[in-house]
């Protein structure tokens, strides 16, 4: 479940970027200013808004410490200020005076880097507020930018499309076409995992682009070839460009927004929707999870920042939310459809669904007559597409109403088993379940916490099929 608590509406134009710390939310935006917010009862604080750009502020972030914020504007600067006051600290003229698009401190506090119009990334040192190093990216605007939470390296985004991995004395490490069309923002998972087959630590990213997409990265340390970057997969829902991106704290989560005007949250191990959030009235600019609290910021072209709480169980449970929901599909909302339809890969139907207010009722009244008719769905494998997923929910409230054996769940979600598989413990689980169980646990059983022998799963065919005879004695 995720609420809308509350909504801030003070800046008087575009709202570009929000940050946390752990007490505070900072905005900032067209409208030359930053704002800060106490995140007890989200009351400005008494000495914002900060003034001291002089064109549009583009992107404010806190540092870890806390003692910091720091924000960059069209004017070419990066001003920080005092966290705990609002003074001014220091102006940082970007080299080249060009607009600084993006700006990050490092997760020990000593760095900030800042990206700018014309390509060129600036290391500045935060004990001297002057320039450490700088160098510049191979084509277009610098518009991206995260840390690796150990410090070591950054990675950065570019109008262009590429991705480029930076370590601390800026040189860059590699280099990735990731969006075709541009990278619009980038954000490192701040929980590093260990391969325990190989003697690397890789950590997660998430880039989203002008292109409508979302991909998950791994970035790879590797004791002998230094640091690789390895596509891993795409996440689907939003109909338009993708604006913005993060993570939750814990990484389970990633949240974007879009010019489709809705915030999705994703569910990382799974790439599966948990929400879909759409009261923005324009487009989706920034959003960002606070580190210590159930809180989401999201800001928009409208000039307000959303916030949003949400419950910290149901979120971890990962597919928790989806499959709790499907035994009660009569009462979806149309909100619901449409996230469903995204989980279903049926993403492009959501506006001719919404627009023929399709609510849960609804959907399990469709049918190849309906779809074709009255929803001119002309093509006959788009109709069979979505009759197929319609009748797989049908199926699920069937056999929600009557329990089946617990044999036949699997023991890690206690879900039907779809695709049984037994592992060397000796035990039958969901493939999917446990193969993201070894990635997430390594090598203990789920059932003893013992190690795993192998990490060999095999198909149980019989299992399989009485599963199948079960179902359909269901369906009678």
Known sequence: MVTLIHTLADHSDDV???AFSSS???????????????????????????KGHTYAVHCCCFSPSGHFLASCSTDGTSVVWDAGDGQMLAVLEQPSSSPVRVCRFSPDSTCLVSGAADGSVV?????SLKLYRSGNVKDGS?????????????????SCGDLAVWDDKMRCLCNEKAHDLGVTCCDISSQPVSDGEHAFTYFQMA????????????????????VGLKYKCTLNGHSAPVLACAFSHDGRMLVSGSVDKCVIIHETSTGNTLHMLSQHTRYVTTCAFAPCSPLLAT????????????????ASAGNAVENESKVDVENWSEDDVSVWLCAQDLADFIGLFKRNNIDGKELLNLTKESLADELKIESLGLRNKVLQKIEALRMDMRAASVPAPDEFLCPITRELMKDPVIAADGYSYEREAMENWITNKRRSSPMTNLPLPSL?????????????????????
């Open 123 to 127: 290391l500045w040192n935060i004990q």
């Open 16 to 18: 570009n970027y929000c």
């Open 24 to 50: 505070c939310l900072a905005t900032c935006s067209l409208d030359k200013t930053v704002r800060v917010y106490s995140l007890k009862d989200f009351t400005e604080l008494p000495y914002s808004p900060l």
């Open 299 to 314: 800001g928009s072209m409208d000039k307000t920042v959303n916030i949003w709480q949400f419950d910290l169980k149901q």
């Open 207 to 226: 880039s989203c682009g002008q292109d409508n997409q979302i991909k998950l990265w791994l970035i790879l340390l590797e004791d002998s070839s230094g």
């Open 142 to 158: 610098l518009v991206a930018c995260a840390f690796a939470p150990s410090g070591n390296f950054f990675v950065t985004g570019s």
């Open 456 to 476: 060999m799963l095999t198909p149980n065919r019989t299992l399989k099929m009485a599963i199948s005879r079960w179902l359909e004695t269901q369906q009678k």
